[in-house]
């Protein structure tokens, strides 16, 4: 701000101020003033009414003179008759005694006067009582006197106080008009030093668009535009024209969403560039762009917010540039290296784990084939230990099919050949399924019991990447887990989503290693002994990123783990198939899982899985 302006805003903001100061002292004076005349007003009364009651006086005194003793004291009245003066002298003594409650002294005056008249004889009267009475009527007019005495001096005193304040008051209001009239004066001049500086804003504005206009009109191989503050366009040069393809006649007044893809318009991609250019200064972001034939071509974008003079935002300069091939060469470049560091990198941890990994399953499924060669005839003795061995080479085949798929996802998760496809599940059938398939995984005497909260609503999820995170999951707390063990599987509904907890008693994970455990190949220290690829949480990860889900761990040493896999409402309930108020057929169709249930998953041939009754119970 010009320092011109800022005096003048200065000089403003002291009038205000004085006017406002002056107004308060106005007002003071003005009810000072008000006040003054109210007691002027008051000590005025109270001298009059003095005057009258010694006016009466008078009159009474002068009654008694030679004139008493043939009976003419006192005045008469139309009819002749004799009217004693004493009562109204009284009732003006009242009256001094209302107006002058607040002076002790006159209080004690009037008092007296009251006392003295009436005391005073009635006639016919001795000369001793005629006597009394002048004296009673002197002294009462001796007081009347020294009442109004001191009135005379109040009065005195408050007009002189009441003149001061008028005099104040009217000097005051001078002084407040001709502020009034200076505030008018230096408001005109403030008004008129805007408008010239407008003008000439206006006219410096004018010759940098003509020159901004003349310089982007020659270029031709970025496109140059301005946009306005509410993001639409508001010039056009050829190369704007050259790379997106609209004439300036089409792209003026078109908001800038155009250019973008229907997916980056639907996250407010174009708003949200504006805003950071505002907030930033400027903002520069590489993605693709939407030509007016459709095609899209990768293009390096700066946004860079326009200012006037004043600091108001004006709009945005938009400079576009096609990278489409050198962002092609950029990203193959960048792919091969990826690749070919991944691949050996894959190499090498897969020659790694061959040696340690599948040497250990594959001894002891020689091992096991050779003993069940070995045992000829029949016998439960025989078919138990036949069926001992049968479940270790299947559980190692497992452990050996599970590091395989975990190569091959690594591999379809890289090379992107994973997609996104929900489809409508019936999650307490499906995980039910699921807890069924991993019954023969479980070690001696483990279980895996599932419990489904809340009602069950229809879901639209991924079925087969929820399958392998389910899977990884749940085999991941069979592993790391002792013998003899529940691993406790919750699936729960609820207003803001679906989640999965799995709950396991094995041997945790240190809390300072918590951060790491979703990386490639990470493994946590307390794991030695135990196989693993240290690949399964990451595909969990990649696999639930593609979902839109997340996983929460709680863990500590000693303490088993629990993971939560948790998929929000929005992506598990899309509002176009969500009913607005299902019905217990929709969300329940059989019934069965109207209530909490427990599912318990044992292995083969333990009390467990032998009796049916024990897959569905009520929660104790």
Same mark, same amino acid.
């Given at each position: ?11 403003? @903001?002291?009038?205000?101020? !004085? ?34 009651? @010694? ?5 009474? &005194? ?11 004291? !006192? ?36 008092? =007296? ?74 408001? %005109? ?17 004018? &010759? ?22 509410? !993001? ?24 800038? =969403?155009?250019?973008?893809?229907? /997916? $980056?318009?639907?996250?407010? $991609? ?13 903002? $520069? ?7 007016? &034939?459709? *095609? ?33 060469? $950029? ?13 050996? /990198? ?11 990994? %599948? ?8 091992? =096991? ?39 091959? =996802? ?19 059938? %499906? ?64 207003? *803001?989503?679906? *989640? %999965? ?59 088993? *783990? ?35 249930? &427990? ?5 083969? !041939? ?6 049916? @009754? ?7």
């Amino acid at each position: 701000m010009p320092v011109f302006k800022k005096t003048f805003l200065l000089l403003i @903001a002291t009038i205000l101020s !004085g006017i406002l100061v002056l107004g308060i002292i106005a007002f003071r004076y003005n009810r000072t003033f008000e006040g003054g005349s109210r007691l002027v007003n008051h000590t005025q009364a109270v001298m009059n009414e003095a005057d009258q009651a @010694a006016t009466l006086l008078q009159e009474l &005194d002068q009654e008694n003179g030679p004139d008493q003793e043939n009976g003419s004291a !006192g005045s008469q009245n139309e009819g002749g008759r004799r009217v004693d003066p004493l009562p109204e002298v009284l009732a003006h003594v009242r009256i001094l005694k209302q107006l002058t409650a607040d002076n002790l002294r006159q209080q004690l005056r009037a008092d =007296s006067i009251a006392d003295l008249i009436a005391g005073v004889p009635a006639p016919p009267a001795s000369l001793a009582v005629s006597a009394e009475k002048k004296y009673r009527l002197d002294k009462s007019r001796y007081l009347l006197t020294a009442i109004r005495q001191e009135e005379n001096r109040l009065l005195l005193i408050r007009e002189e106080a009441n003149s001061r304040s008028r005099n104040a008051s009217r000097n005051v209001f001078i002084l407040l008009f001709w502020a009034v009239f200076l505030l008018l004066v230096t408001l %005109f001049v403030l008004v008129l030093y805007n408008f010239r500086r407008r003008k000439k804003a206006e006219k410096r504005l004018h &010759d940098s668009e003509e020159r901004f206009r003349l310089l982007i009109n020659h270029v031709k191989d970025y496109a140059i535009f301005m946009i306005d503050p509410e !993001g639409r366009v508001m010039s056009w040069n050829p190369g704007a024209e050259q790379i997106k393809g609209y004439t300036e006649a089409e792209a003026i007044g078109q908001p800038i =969403s155009i250019f973008y893809t229907e /997916e $980056e318009n639907l996250r407010g $991609e174009p708003a949200y560039n504006l805003r950071r250019a505002l907030e930033d200064g400027r903002f $520069e972001t590489v993605g693709m762009r939407k030509r007016k &034939d459709g *095609s899209l071509f990768c293009a390096d974008v700066i946004f860079t917010p326009l200012y006037d003079d004043r600091s108001s935002l004006r709009g945005f300069a938009k400079i576009t540039r096609d990278i489409t091939e050198q962002k092609r060469t $950029e990203e193959e470049i960048r792919y091969a290296l990826s690749r070919e560091k991944d691949l050996n /990198e894959m190499k090498s941890r897969f020659v790694t784990l061959a040696s340690h990994e %599948f040497k250990t399953p594959l001894s002891v499924i020689l091992s =096991s084939v050779s003993l069940i060669g070995k045992y000829q005839g029949a016998g439960p003795d025989l078919d138990e230990k036949r069926m001992k061995h049968i479940h270790r080479i299947k559980s190692h085949v497992n452990n050996l099919k599970q590091i395989l798929t975990d190569f091959l =996802s690594i591999e379809k998760l890289e090379g992107g050949l994973i997609r996104n496809n929900p489809v409508e599940l019936d999650l307490p059938v %499906f995980v039910d399924e699921i807890t069924g398939e991993l019954g023969e995984a479980c070690k001696a005497g483990q279980e895996i019991i599932l419990e489904v909260r809340g009602k069950p609503e229809r879901t639209r999820l991924d079925a087969q990447l929820l399958r392998n995170v389910l899977n990884n999951l749940l085999s991941n707390a069979l592993k790391y887990s002792p013998e003899y063990t529940v691993i406790r599987f919750l699936l729960q509904f609820g207003p *803001s989503g679906v *989640s %999965f907890t799995i709950t396991d008693s094995g041997i945790g994970i240190p809390v300072e290693e918590q951060e790491h455990l979703f990386e490639r190949f990470f493994r946590a220290t307390n794991t030695a002994g135990i196989g693993g690829t240290g690949l399964g949480l990451s595909i969990v990860k990649k696999y639930l990123d593609l979902m839109g889900g997340r996983i929460d761990l709680q863990s500590a040493p000693g303490s088993g *783990s629990a993971f939560t896999v948790f998929f929000p409402a929005e992506i598990v309930y899309p509002k176009a198939d969500r009913p607005s108020e299902p019905d217990d057929r929709q969300s329940n169709p059989e019934g069965r899982h109207a209530e909490p249930v &427990d599912r318990h998953v044992a292995p083969e !041939g333990s009390p467990s899985s032998a009796n049916p @009754a024990n897959l569905y119970q009520e929660p104790v």
